[in-house]
DNA sequence: CTATGCAACTTTTTT
DNA sequence: AGTTGCATAG
C-alpha cells in the first residue's frame, strides 16, 4: 500500500519516448553534463523545455506529450549540470501517486542521487513539512494532526451546535464546503470579505469559519486546507522565514500547473518570487477540477504573472493514433479561453472512433461486454482496457453485465482506504492510544464497539471536559471516581480507560503491530466484525489485517501515524490480467489501449448540473472532460450512448451528447447498434430536433446506409462467431417476424412496468405505460399481460 | 441504548 | 433505485 505502485496497474506513463538506457550508460551520462544520454531521446520542444533552466518558463504539455519526461529530465538536468544538488530543488504534484511516479523515475535517470530529493512531494506534504519546523509561529505544537475529512465534519457539526444553529437547516457539509472554498483561495477567517461572510445562517459564516479555527487550535490539529494557508500566514508573518525558504529553493518544479487553486498559486507565487527559476508544466486542456477550487486563470495568466517567461508547447503526442488525436483536437478546439495547442502524431491514422447507439444503460452495458470479450478472443488484454464512465452511478449496471458474463474487472477509485470506517476506527484507536489528548478520535471510537454508551455519558464527559479543560478522557478516568454515572455506564467507561492505559504502556514493550493487533483484539473490534453477517464484514476484516501488516513498513507507531492521514492508500490486488472501470476524472493521467466511454448523453455527459452551477464554464469543463477520456486511449476509442437512462430511479429518454455531434466526421464511425432506431418509425422520426445534426454527419449517414454494426444485442457472448452473424440473426428477426402483440393489448415490460399497446410496427410496438408514459420498445421486452 | 422504519439525498475527488 | 442518516418506538 505504502510501496510501490504494483507493476500491474496501468502505468501513468506520459511519455511515448525511447525506453530508458542501460544503468551504466545512466551512470555515465550523469557524470557527463555535456552532450548528456538523457537528452538524446528528447525531441526538440522537450530538450528546450529542459534546458531552459533559468527564469520562469511554462511547458504546454498536451496529453500524451511527454509530461513527466521533461520533468524528470529537467530534474535529472539540473542536478548533473551541477547547477542544483537535490536539496536545492522543490518539486510540487498533486498526488502521491505521481510524486512517486516521479521519484521513481528520477532514480532510473540519475541513480540514487536522485533519491535524496527532499523537497519532491504534494504540495500538502511539503506544507506539513514546513509547518512542522515552525509549528509554535502559528500556534500549533510541532506534532499537531492533521484532520481527514470525517473528523473535520465532525468538529464543523460541534462547533454549529454551540452556536445554537439548527444543523438541519445548515448542514455541516455545506459549511465544510464554504470554509473549505475560502481556504482554496487563501483566505484565513479575517481575511472573507464580509460580504460573504454573511454567507451561512443568518451572517455567522464567518464566525463559525473563526470558531472553527479556534477548535482546531485547541486540538493542536489542521486540516487539509490549512497546511497551505498556514504556510501562506508563516510566511507573511515572517518575512525571514521566507526569506530562507526563497533562497533554499533554487529550482522550483510544479506538475499539472492546471489544477493549481489560488491558495496553491500564492504559495508558489511567495517561494519563487526571489529567484523566478520557476518551470510549471500543465495542459489548460486537461483542467477538469475545477469545481474544487481548481483556477484555469493560473495558466492561463503565467505569462501575465511572470514577465519574460519562456512558453514551450508540447504538441507531439506519442500515445495515440491519428483518428483518435483528430476526434480530440477536433473537440476541444469548441472551446474558448484556452491557450491553444494541436496534438499531432507521426503514427498512422489506425481505427476510427465509433459511436454506437444503444436501446438502454443495460444494453450498452452488454455491448461493451461483448465488445469485451471479442477484443479478448483476438488475443487483447483485459489490463489494456478501460472503461470510463462519468460518474460513479453509471458503473453499477456495467459492474452487474461483467460480473454476469464472468469478466474481470476493477474499480479503480472509489472510496480510499484510509477513509473506510474500519480504517478510520481502528486509526482512531490508535490515535488516543498515542495521544490521550486526541478528542475527536476519542469520540469516535467511545462506543464503537456497542459498550452501552450513549449520548448521555457523552454529554457528562463534555461537561466534565469543558469544566475543567481537559481532554475527554482524563475528563473520564475522573468521571468513574464518581458516582454520577449510572452503574452500567460507569463500569463500561472505566473497563475502556483502563484498557487505554494498559495499550499505552505496551507501546513500549512491544512492537507497534503487534501493539495494534492487540488493541483492535482487546477492545472488541475486530469481534464485531466477525460477528457482522453484512457481506463486507469479511473485506473489512480483510482491510483490517492489511492495516496492521502495513505498519511494518514504520519505524514506530508515531511514524506510522504521521504520514498515515497524508499518504495511505489502497492496495490492488496484484497480477490479474482485468479490465478497469473507472471515472474520467480518475483517469487523468492513465492510457490504455482500448477505452470505452459510455453514457455521452446530454444530461449525463455534458453533465447539467455542471451546466447548471458553473454555465459555459461548466460546459467547457465537461468538454475538457470529454478530451481527457478520449486521449486516454492509444489504439481504440468507443464511444457509447444510451437512448433510455434511468435517473434517479426513473427512466427518462436522452439525446446523445451534443459532444458526438462535435467530433470532426473524417475520424467516426457511427455503429448502428440493433434495429430500433434504424428504419421506419422510431422515436426520431417523431422527435428529430435534438439528434437532428448528428443526421448530416457522414458518419451517421454511412451508418443509416449500411444497418450494420457492431455488437447484438442479447447473449452473454455465449454464441461463437462474432458480432456479425449476431447482428444478422437480429436484424433478419426484426424485420421478418410479425409481432405478436396487437393494439389495445395489455403487456408487460420487465422495466417499464404494465401498460397497453397503442401501435405495432413490425417489432416495434409504441406502449403506453402505466407508469412510465408512452415509450416505443420492442416486443423481445414484452410479455402479455 | 438499540433496533427498526421512513425520508431525503444523490457529479466529478485529492490531500 | 439505492443507500444513508435520522426519528421513533421498543
Given at each position: 500500500?505504502?510501496?510501490?505502485?504494483?507493476?500491474?496497474?496501468?502505468?501513468p506513463s506520459d511519455d511515448g519516448a525511447?525506453?530508458?538506457?542501460?544503468?551504466?550508460?545512466?551512470?555515465?551520462?550523469?557524470?557527463?553534463?555535456?552532450?548528456?544520454?538523457y537528452l538524446?531521446g528528447l525531441n526538440p520542444e522537450q530538450r528546450r523545455a529542459v534546458e531552459a533552466t533559468e527564469g520562469p518558463v511554462l511547458v504546454l504539455a498536451g496529453a500524451g506529450t511527454g509530461k513527466t519526461r521533461v520533468l524528470t529530465t529537467r530534474i535529472a538536468h539540473l542536478?548533473?549540470?551541477?547547477k542544483?544538488?537535490?536539496?536545492?530543488i522543490l518539486s510540487v504534484t498533486f498526488?502521491?501517486?505521481a510524486?512517486?511516479e516521479m521519484?521513481?523515475r528520477i532514480?532510473?535517470l540519475?541513480?540514487?542521487?536522485?533519491?535524496?530529493?527532499?523537497?519532491l512531494?504534494?504540495?500538502?506534504?511539503?506544507?506539513?513539512?514546513?509547518?512542522?519546523?515552525?509549528?509554535?509561529?502559528?500556534?500549533?505544537?510541532?506534532?499537531?494532526?492533521?484532520?481527514?475529512?470525517?473528523?473535520?465534519?465532525?468538529?464543523?457539526?460541534?462547533?454549529?451546535?454551540?452556536?445554537?444553529?439548527?444543523?438541519?437547516?445548515?448542514?455541516?457539509?455545506?459549511?465544510?464546503?464554504?470554509?473549505?472554498?475560502?481556504?482554496?483561495?487563501?483566505?484565513?477567517?479575517?481575511?472573507?470579505?464580509?460580504?460573504?461572510?454573511?454567507?451561512?445562517?443568518?451572517?455567522?459564516?464567518?464566525?463559525?469559519?473563526?470558531?472553527?479555527?479556534?477548535?482546531?487550535?485547541?486540538?493542536?490539529?489542521?486540516?487539509?486546507?490549512?497546511?497551505?494557508?498556514?504556510?501562506?500566514?508563516?510566511?507573511?508573518?515572517?518575512?525571514?522565514?521566507?526569506?530562507?525558504?526563497?533562497?533554499?529553493?533554487?529550482y522550483i518544479l510544479v506538475d499539472e500547473y492546471q489544477d493549481t487553486?489560488?491558495?496553491q498559486y500564492?504559495?508558489l507565487r511567495?517561494?519563487a518570487?526571489?529567484?523566478k527559476n520557476v518551470a510549471c508544466v500543465g495542459d489548460d486542456d486537461q483542467s477538469?477540477?475545477?469545481?474544487?477550487?481548481?483556477?484555469v486563470d493560473n495558466i492561463l495568466r503565467f505569462e501575465h504573472d511572470f514577465p519574460g517567461a519562456t512558453v514551450v508547447r508540447l504538441e507531439r503526442n506519442y500515445r495515440?493514433?491519428?483518428?483518435?488525436?483528430?476526434?480530440?483536437?477536433?473537440?476541444?478546439?469548441?472551446?474558448?479561453?484556452r491557450l491553444g495547442k494541436t496534438l499531432r502524431?507521426?503514427?498512422?491514422?489506425?481505427?476510427?472512433?465509433?459511436?454506437?447507439?444503444?436501446?438502454?444503460?443495460?444494453?450498452?452495458?452488454?455491448?461493451?461486454?461483448?465488445?469485451?470479450?471479442?477484443?479478448?478472443?483476438?488475443?487483447?488484454?483485459?489490463?489494456?482496457?478501460?472503461?470510463?464512465?462519468?460518474?460513479?452511478?453509471?458503473?453499477?449496471?456495467?459492474?452487474?453485465?461483467?460480473?454476469?458474463?464472468?469478466?474481470?474487472?476493477?474499480?479503480?477509485?472509489?472510496?480510499?482506504?484510509?477513509?473506510?470506517?474500519?480504517?478510520?476506527?481502528?486509526?482512531?484507536?490508535?490515535?488516543?492510544?498515542?495521544?490521550?489528548?486526541?478528542?475527536?478520535?476519542?469520540?469516535?471510537?467511545?462506543?464503537?464497539?456497542?459498550?452501552?454508551?450513549?449520548?448521555?455519558?457523552?454529554?457528562?464527559?463534555?461537561?466534565?471536559?469543558?469544566?475543567?479543560?481537559?481532554?475527554?478522557?482524563?475528563?473520564?478516568?475522573?468521571?468513574?471516581?464518581?458516582?454520577?454515572?449510572?452503574?452500567?455506564?460507569?463500569?463500561?467507561?472505566?473497563?475502556?480507560?483502563?484498557?487505554?492505559?494498559?495499550?499505552?504502556?505496551?507501546?513500549?514493550?512491544?512492537?507497534?503491530?503487534?501493539?495494534?493487533?492487540?488493541?483492535?483484539?482487546?477492545?472488541?473490534?475486530?469481534?464485531?466484525?466477525?460477528?457482522?453477517?453484512?457481506?463486507?464484514?469479511?473485506?473489512?476484516?480483510?482491510?483490517?489485517?492489511?492495516?496492521?501488516?502495513?505498519?511494518?513498513?514504520?519505524?514506530?507507531?508515531?511514524?506510522?501515524?504521521?504520514?498515515?492521514?497524508?499518504?495511505?492508500?489502497?492496495?490492488?490486488?496484484?497480477?490479474?490480467?482485468?479490465?478497469?472501470?473507472?471515472?474520467?476524472?480518475?483517469?487523468k493521467g492513465?492510457?490504455?489501449?482500448?477505452?470505452?466511454?459510455?453514457?455521452?448523453?446530454?444530461?449525463?455527459?455534458?453533465?447539467?448540473?455542471?451546466?447548471?452551477?458553473?454555465?459555459?464554464?461548466?460546459?467547457?469543463?465537461?468538454?475538457?472532460?470529454?478530451?481527457?477520456?478520449?486521449t486516454?486511449?492509444?489504439?481504440?476509442?468507443?464511444?457509447?450512448?444510451?437512448?433510455?437512462?434511468?435517473?434517479?430511479?426513473?427512466?427518462?429518454?436522452?439525446?446523445?451528447?451534443?459532444?458526438?455531434?462535435?467530433?470532426?466526421?473524417?475520424?467516426?464511425?457511427?455503429?448502428?447498434?440493433?434495429?430500433?432506431?434504424?428504419?421506419?418509425?422510431?422515436?426520431?422520426?417523431?422527435?428529430?430536433?435534438?439528434?437532428?445534426?448528428?443526421?448530416?454527419?457522414?458518419?451517421?449517414?454511412?451508418?443509416?446506409?449500411?444497418?450494420?454494426?457492431?455488437?447484438?444485442?442479447?447473449?452473454?457472448?455465449?454464441?461463437?462467431?462474432?458480432?456479425?452473424?449476431?447482428?444478422?440473426?437480429?436484424?433478419?428477426?426484426?424485420?421478418?417476424?410479425?409481432?405478436?402483440?396487437?393494439?389495445?393489448?395489455?403487456?408487460?415490460?420487465?422495466?417499464?412496468?404494465?401498460?397497453?399497446?397503442?401501435?405495432?410496427?413490425?417489432?416495434?410496438?409504441?406502449?403506453?405505460?402505466?407508469?412510465?408514459?408512452?415509450?416505443?420498445?420492442?416486443?423481445?421486452?414484452?410479455?402479455?399481460?
Open positions: 500500500m505504502i510501496h510501490e505502485p504494483d507493476a500491474s496497474r496501468p502505468r525511447p525506453a530508458p538506457v542501460s544503468i551504466a550508460a545512466r551512470a555515465m551520462a550523469a557524470l557527463r553534463p555535456d552532450g548528456a544520454s538524446s542536478i548533473a549540470t551541477g542544483a544538488r537535490p536539496y536545492d498526488t502521491n501517486k510524486a512517486r521519484k521513481h532514480g532510473q540519475i541513480g540514487p542521487a536522485g533519491e535524496g530529493m527532499p523537497w512531494g504534494t504540495f500538502h506534504a511539503i506544507g506539513t513539512k514546513i509547518l512542522r519546523r515552525h509549528a509554535e509561529l502559528v500556534g500549533l505544537k510541532s506534532d499537531f494532526t492533521i484532520l481527514g475529512t470525517d473528523d473535520q465534519l465532525r468538529l464543523m457539526k460541534q462547533v454549529i451546535a454551540d452556536q445554537n444553529i439548527d444543523e438541519k437547516r445548515w448542514p455541516a457539509r455545506s459549511l465544510a464546503h464554504t470554509i473549505d472554498g475560502w481556504k482554496n483561495r487563501g483566505l484565513g477567517p479575517e481575511q472573507v470579505p464580509p460580504g460573504e461572510a454573511q454567507a451561512f445562517a443568518f451572517g455567522k459564516g464567518g464566525q463559525l469559519y473563526a470558531a472553527y479555527q479556534a477548535r482546531l487550535a485547541t486540538l493542536n490539529a489542521v486540516d487539509f486546507g490549512d497546511l497551505l494557508l498556514l504556510c501562506l500566514k508563516l510566511w507573511r508573518d515572517n518575512p525571514d522565514i521566507l526569506a530562507n525558504y526563497q533562497d533554499r529553493f533554487r487553486n489560488v491558495a500564492l504559495w511567495l517561494l518570487q526571489a529567484r477538469i477540477y475545477g469545481w474544487r477550487g481548481a483556477e495515440s493514433t491519428g483518428h483518435i488525436l483528430a476526434a480530440a483536437s477536433g473537440l476541444i478546439a469548441r472551446n474558448e479561453g502524431t507521426e503514427d498512422a491514422a489506425g481505427e476510427p472512433v465509433t459511436v454506437t447507439g444503444a436501446w438502454d444503460s443495460e444494453e450498452e452495458a452488454r455491448q461493451i461486454a461483448e465488445s469485451i470479450e471479442s477484443l479478448q478472443r483476438k488475443g487483447h488484454p483485459l489490463s489494456e482496457i478501460a472503461v470510463l464512465v462519468r460518474i460513479s452511478a453509471q458503473m453499477r449496471e456495467i459492474e452487474d453485465r461483467f460480473v454476469q458474463v464472468g469478466l474481470p474487472y476493477r474499480v479503480i477509485g472509489g472510496p480510499r482506504f484510509y477513509e473506510r470506517a474500519e480504517i478510520r476506527d481502528a486509526l482512531a484507536y490508535l490515535r488516543v492510544t498515542m495521544n490521550g489528548a486526541d478528542d475527536l478520535a476519542f469520540e469516535r471510537i467511545f462506543n464503537t464497539p456497542k459498550r452501552g454508551l450513549g449520548d448521555a455519558t457523552l454529554q457528562t464527559l463534555h461537561a466534565y471536559a469543558r469544566a475543567d479543560r481537559i481532554p475527554l478522557l482524563a475528563a473520564a478516568r475522573k468521571l468513574i471516581e464518581t458516582d454520577e454515572l449510572k452503574p452500567r455506564a460507569r463500569s463500561m467507561l472505566r473497563g475502556l480507560v483502563e484498557s487505554f492505559s494498559r495499550w499505552t504502556r505496551l507501546v513500549e514493550a512491544k512492537p507497534h503491530p503487534e501493539v495494534a493487533q492487540t488493541i483492535l483484539e482487546e477492545s472488541g473490534y475486530t469481534e464485531m466484525w466477525q460477528k457482522d453477517r453484512s457481506a463486507d464484514a469479511a473485506g473489512r476484516l480483510e482491510n483490517l489485517k492489511e492495516f496492521v501488516r502495513s505498519m511494518e513498513e514504520f519505524p514506530d507507531m508515531a511514524g506510522f501515524l504521521e504520514h498515515v492521514s497524508l499518504v495511505m492508500e489502497a492496495s490492488e490486488a496484484e497480477g490479474a490480467d482485468r479490465v478497469s472501470l473507472m471515472t474520467l476524472h480518475a483517469a492513465l492510457e490504455f489501449d482500448t477505452v470505452f466511454l459510455p453514457g455521452w448523453e446530454d444530461g449525463l455527459f455534458p453533465n447539467q448540473r455542471a451546466i447548471d452551477e458553473s454555465g459555459r464554464a461548466g460546459l467547457e469543463e465537461e468538454r475538457r472532460l470529454a478530451h481527457v477520456g478520449l486516454r486511449a492509444r489504439k481504440r476509442a468507443k464511444l457509447s450512448f444510451a437512448v433510455n437512462r434511468r435517473i434517479h430511479g426513473l427512466w427518462s429518454s436522452t439525446i446523445p451528447s451534443r459532444f458526438i455531434d462535435e467530433l470532426p466526421p473524417h475520424a467516426v464511425d457511427v455503429i448502428e447498434a440493433p434495429a430500433h432506431f434504424s428504419a421506419g418509425a422510431s422515436r426520431f422520426d417523431r422527435n428529430p430536433a435534438p439528434f437532428g445534426s448528428s443526421y448530416g454527419t457522414p458518419g451517421w449517414q454511412r451508418a443509416q446506409a449500411n444497418t450494420a454494426g457492431g455488437f447484438g444485442s442479447g447473449r452473454g457472448g455465449g454464441r461463437s462467431g462474432g458480432p456479425r452473424e449476431i447482428e444478422g440473426e437480429l436484424v433478419a428477426k426484426s424485420t421478418a417476424t410479425p409481432s405478436a402483440f396487437s393494439g389495445g393489448q395489455r403487456v408487460f415490460h420487465t422495466k417499464f412496468g404494465p401498460g397497453t399497446v397503442a401501435g405495432v410496427d413490425g417489432n416495434k410496438l409504441t406502449v403506453d405505460f402505466d407508469k412510465a408514459g408512452r415509450k416505443m420498445v420492442l416486443d423481445s421486452f414484452l410479455q402479455p399481460g
